[in-house]
C-alpha cells in the first residue's frame, strides 16, 4: 500500500529523500559536512602529465647493441638493395643510398631515444640499423653522401655539440678523412624537438653554422662506444622532469 502511494505522488518521494539526507548530513560532524559538499562542488582534476605519471617506454631493440657481430656479407647483400656499391682509391668499396633527396644528410630520417649507452639514433630507413650504427659517413662533390663499412657497434657515429636552445650532430669521417670548409654534416634542432621524428625539424643549412660554432660540446664517442657513458647532450637538458627521478633512466 505504500509503495503504491508513493508511486502515486513522486514528488512525496522525493521530498522524503531530500529530508533523509539532510538528516544524516546534519548528524555528521562538521568537517565531514565541509568534505562532502567540497567533492560536490569542486572541479576534476586534470589528466596527469604522463612524463610523471607514466613509466618511460623502454628502448626499441635498433637502438641497442645488436646480439651477434656484424656479418660484412650479409650487410653488403641488404644494403644492395638500397643503393650501389663501388670502390674508391681512398676508402675501398663503399655504399651510396638511392633515393635520398639532393640536401640529405645521415642521421636526419629517424628519432634519438635514450639508453644505458646514451642517445641512440633509430632510423626509419630499412637500411639505418647497419648504415647508422656501424661505418662512417663521408661527403664529395662526385659521389654526395657515402658510408664506408665498419666492424664496430654505436649509439650513432656523431659528433656532439648542444647550447641552451639546440642540439647539434654530425656524422664522424673515415679515417684520413679531410672534411671540407663547408661541411655540410651537421644537424641542428631545437631542443624541445630534439626526440620528435627528424625530417620535420632539421633546421636549413643556412641557419646551422652560427649555431654550430656557438654551441659547446658534448661527449662523443672517441674509438668505441662504453656502456654507462651518456654520449649526446645532458638528458637533464633536454628532458628536464629527469632531474626529478621522472624517467626509466637518469
Keep these: 500500500m505504500t509503495r503504491s502511494y508513493l508511486i502515486a ?8 529523500a531530500a529530508l ?4 544524516g548530513l546534519a548528524a555528521m560532524p562538521r568537517e565531514a559536512r565541509g568534505q562532502v559538499a567540497a567533492s560536490d562542488t569542486a ?18 631493440p635498433e637502438a641497442l647493441p645488436p646480439s651477434k657481430a656484424l656479418d660484412l656479407d650479409s650487410a653488403e647483400a641488404q644494403l644492395s638493395l638500397f643503393g650501389r656499391w663501388m670502390d674508391t682509391p681512398l676508402y675501398g668499396r663503399v655504399w651510396i643510398p638511392s633515393g635520398v633527396s639532393p640536401d640529405w644528410q ?28 656501424y661505418g662512417r659517413w663521408a661527403f664529395s662533390v662526385g659521389l654526395g653522401w657515402f658510408w664506408v663499412p665498419g666492424f664496430v657497434w654505436a ?5 656532439w655539440r648542444y647550447d641552451d636552445g639546440f642540439i647539434c650532430w654530425a656524422p664522424f669521417g673515415p679515417a684520413g678523412y679531410v672534411y671540407p670548409r663547408e661541411w655540410r654534416g651537421w644537424a641542428v634542432v631545437s631542443r624541445q ?7 620535420r625539424e632539421v633546421l636549413p643549412q643556412a641557419h646551422v653554422r652560427p649555431i654550430v660554432r656557438g654551441a659547446r660540446p658534448a661527449p662523443s664517442i672517441e674509438r668505441a662506444p662504453r656502456a654507462g657513458v651518456p654520449y649526446g647532450p645532458p638528458r637533464a637538458h633536454v628532458v628536464p622532469r629527469a632531474r626529478a627521478g621522472g624517467g626509466r633512466r637518469r
Excluded: K
Design 9 to 16: 505522488f513522486p514528488s512525496i518521494s522525493v521530498a522524503l
Design 20 to 23: 533523509a539526507g539532510a538528516v
Design 43 to 60: 572541479p576534476p582534476p586534470p589528466p596527469p602529465d604522463v612524463d610523471e605519471e607514466s613509466p618511460e617506454a623502454p628502448p626499441p
Design 106 to 133: 645521415p642521421y636526419t630520417d629517424g628519432r634519438w631515444v635514450y639508453t644505458d649507452w646514451g642517445w641512440s639514433f633509430v632510423s626509419d630507413v630499412p637500411w639505418g640499423a647497419i648504415a647508422f650504427h
Design 155 to 159: 649509439p650513432a657515429w656523431v659528433s
Design 193 to 199: 624537438h630534439f626526440t620528435h621524428p627528424l625530417r
